[in-house]
């Protein structure tokens, strides 16, 4: 079992850049499918980003693709999501998830994934 931990929230002016920290804790990272889901005021949680199974394939949604990139470090046994060119429809509530069973087809769907952190507030506004 693996507990997650998100960091580096804030708040940002539109145009500028954050860089969110998912920890994870007893269990190594490595063979888990990993995402950063967000849910936006109203709106129902959606994929940002993500790796598959033991991190050989990166993902991004559309919204996000060329200004966020995703990484890993199994060292740290962290996984960070930078973020730039921030628009205020970026603001939400962002958050990690891991799996260890899930297929590649199921990444973007947040019910599929058993382990998530608590969250972190990302607010873009002037």
């Known amino acids: 079992q693996v507990q997650l931990v998100e960091s580096g929230g804030g708040l940002v002016q539109p145009g500028g850049s954050l860089t969110l920290s998912c920890s994870a804790s007893?269990?190594?990272?490595?063979?888990?499918?990993v995402a950063w889901f967000r849910q936006r005021p109203g709106m129902e949680r959606e994929y940002v980003a993500g790796?598959?199974?033991?991190?050989?394939?990166?993902y991004y949604s559309d919204s996000v693709k060329g200004r966020v990139t995703i990484s890993r470090d199994n060292n740290k046994n962290t996984v960070t999501l930078q973020m730039n060119s921030l628009k205020p429809e970026d603001t939400g509530v962002y958050y990690c998830?891991?799996?260890?069973?899930?297929?590649?087809?199921?990444?973007?769907?947040?019910?599929?994934?058993?382990?998530w952190g608590q969250g972190t507030q990302v607010t873009v506004s002037s």
């Open positions: 998830a891991a799996d260890q069973r899930i297929i590649t087809s199921s990444l973007r769907l947040p019910d599929q994934y058993d382990y």
């Open positions: 790796f598959s199974r033991g991190g050989g394939h990166t």
């Open positions: 007893g269990s190594r990272l490595r063979p888990y499918a």
